[in-house]
C-alpha cells in the first residue's frame, strides 16, 4: 500500500508545473553561481585563494540548492494532505483498508523522490569539471548527503504543517514560519551566554555547514534523522485525530 500511495503522489507530481519549474529555475541559478565561482577562483593565483575550489563550490552551491529545497518542500507537500483535505480525496484515501501510517510514508516516500533530483542539481554541475580540475568526491558525496537529509527534514516539515489544515497557502505560510524558526535560532546564541549552545544545536544550517565541508558527524546524522522522525509522528497524530472527528 505504501508503494501505491507514493507512486500516485509521484505521478500527480510529473505532471503539475511546480516541480519542473523549481528545478528549471534552480538549475538556471545554480549555473550562474557555478560559473561565477568559477571565474572568480580561477582569477586568483594559488597563494591568494582561501580555500580550495571543491570546498569554496560546495559551499556556495549546496547553500543555495538547500535554500531553493526549503522553499521547494513545503510547496510539494501542500497539495498531498491540505489540498486533498480541501478537496475531499483525502476521505477517499482514509476509507482505503490502509493504516495511517502507511498514508503518511507512501506521501513522505513521494516527497523524498520528488525533490531528490533538486538535491543532485549541485553535483551535476560540479560533473562538468570532470577532466579539468582535481575535486574532492569525498567531500561532494557528504555534501550531496547534507543536502538530501535537509531537504527531508524540510519535507517532515511540510507535510506536518500540511495536516495541520484545509488551507493549502496556510500549510505553506506556517510550514515557511517553522523553517524561518530553524534557521534562525542559532542567532539566539548571541544573545545568550556563549557556554549555552542548545539554540545553535537546533539551527539546522548549523549541521549542514559540517556536511558542506566534508565533515559526517553522528551527531548532525542523528539532528535531521530526529526531527524527520518527529516532524512525521505529529503529522500522523494530527491525522489520526482527524480520523476520530
Known sequence: MIGTIA?????????????????????????????????DFSALDAGERPASLTQELCLNLFGFAAVLAMFAAPLLAMRMLSAEFRDGGYDLLAAAPARLIEILL???????????????????????????????????????????????????IGLQASSLTEQPGAAVLIAFGLLLLFSIIGRAESLTAQTLSLFGWLSWNEHLFRFLLGAVRLSDLAYFLLFTGFFLALAHRHLANRRLQ
Open 7 to 39: 507512486a500516485r503522489e509521484i505521478r500527480s507530481g510529473l505532471v503539475t508545473p511546480l516541480l519542473w519549474v523549481l528545478l528549471g529555475v534552480g538549475q538556471v541559478v545554480l549555473a550562474w553561481i557555478f560559473l561565477q565561482v568559477v571565474e
Open 106 to 156: 507512501g506521501k513522505f516516500i513521494a516527497l523524498a523522490i520528488l525533490i531528490t533530483p533538486l538535491c543532485l542539481l549541485p553535483a551535476a554541475n560540479l560533473a562538468l569539471l570532470s577532466g579539468t580540475a582535481t575535486l574532492d568526491l569525498g567531500q561532494v558525496a557528504a555534501a550531496t548527503l547534507g543536502l538530501w537529509l535537509a531537504a527531508l527534514f524540510f519535507g517532515a
